[in-house]
């Protein structure tokens, strides 16, 4: 800490102090390995949804009907990023025209995501 000290201001130190902090603090609240373990098992369902979906055998209110069990079961999505997502998978396709207006804190959140 004391070379630290000699080339920058005590307040840098303790800055990047706070920061992990905060950043330790939230893997712990997000927990990132259970939130992979449930969209690995949404995917399942959805990518179960698509076959049904192609077989002719099955009607269209059956097929509204497993999608709405689908979504009652899907885990607890985060909106805040939706928008940030959409507008993130426009540019990738070249496509700014339908880009969605962000509000102030997805903006926020674009710098990070």
């Known amino acids: 800490m004391s070379l630290l000290s000699s080339v920058a201001p005590n307040w840098v130190g303790l800055a990047g102090a706070a920061m992990l902090t905060v950043a330790g603090a939230a893997l712990i609240a ?16 959805y990518q179960a949804l698509m076959i049904k979906g192609k077989d002719n055998t099955v ?20 909106e805040s990023l939706r928008n940030v997502a959409y507008n993130d998978v426009a540019l990738e396709f070249n496509r700014p025209d339908v880009l969605i207006t962000l509000s102030a804190t997805e903006k926020a959140l674009s710098i990070f995501a």
């Open 30 to 45: 997000i927990r990132p390995a259970d939130k992979a373990a449930q969209n690995e098992a949404a995917m399942k369902c």
């Open 59 to 78: 009607s269209d209110d059956q097929l509204v009907a497993a999608i709405e069990d689908a979504l009652q079961g899907a885990i607890h999505q985060v």
